[in-house]
């Protein structure tokens, strides 16, 4: 078992340890330890586990951020959504706290909500997630799993990228996931008309 407890001195915020097989927590205290945390890249699956997500590393995080600029350039010449990167949070309908690599939803749903709901965890699902395989250590099954929740809860489209084999795992609802073997690129007709992310800038 891990632990989440306060450090040295008064006033500091919590340390987290890593070394743990799941810390459940409840929203109050996963939203504190986030405020507490606000350079932590945090998730909370639908049954209250903690996730901390790993960090990218240098080349993965230089194809990252040209996938984000990509989808805001689009997405602002496009105008019918909003853009998100990786800082933004949703609370998907099951529960889960999720932190996509790159995100998009309509304008109309984002608008809908409240202002207090767009500042934090924003409860609504994009219609389109994008999540990054950071290394070969980390296993495509949890990736997978999380996918499939994205489209479970309300997602049109889903790109699971996998820069360690040069894949693209597509997902789509009703339909079967969908991998694609080193591709130049992908789109993402019909649910981001016009939007084509070139490959060889991920990896």
């Known amino acids: 078992m891990g632990e989440i407890r306060g450090a040295k001195g ?17 929203d109050g205290k996963f939203d504190q330890l986030r405020k507490d945390n606000p350079k932590a890249r945090l998730e909370l699956t639908a049954d209250g586990e903690l996730i901390a997500l790993r960090p990218t590393g240098a080349k993965l995080g230089a194809g990252n951020l040209k996938l ?8 602002e010449k496009d105008g019918r959504g909003r853009a ?3 800082s933004a949070g949703f609370t998907l309908p ?12 309509p304008v ?10 767009q500042q934090g965890y924003a409860p609504i699902c994009p219609d389109f997630v994008v999540e990054l395989r950071v290394n070969r250590r980390q296993k495509l099954r949890p990736l997978k ?16 990228i996998d820069p360690v084999k ?3 795992h597509v997902y789509r609802p009703g339909n079967p996931e969908e991998c694609l073997e080193n591709p130049a690129e992908v789109s993402g007709e ?14």
């Open 10 to 26: 008064a006033g500091s915020p919590p340390v987290i340890h890593f070394e743990f097989e799941s810390v459940r927590l409840t």
């Open 68 to 75: 984000n600029r990509r989808l805001k350039s689009w997405s």
């Open 84 to 86: 998100f990167d990786s």
């Open 94 to 105: 099951n529960g889960a706290k999720r932190s996509p690599e790159a995100s998009w939803l």
């Open 108 to 117: 109309e749903r984002w608008d809908a909500l409240s202002d207090e709901e």
């Open 145 to 160: 799993r999380k996918m499939a929740e994205y489209i479970d809860n309300g997602a049109e489209l889903g790109w699971l």
């Open 166 to 168: 040069k894949r693209v």
């Open 190 to 203: 019909p649910i981001l008309t016009g939007f084509t992310l070139r490959l060889k800038d991920i990896w």
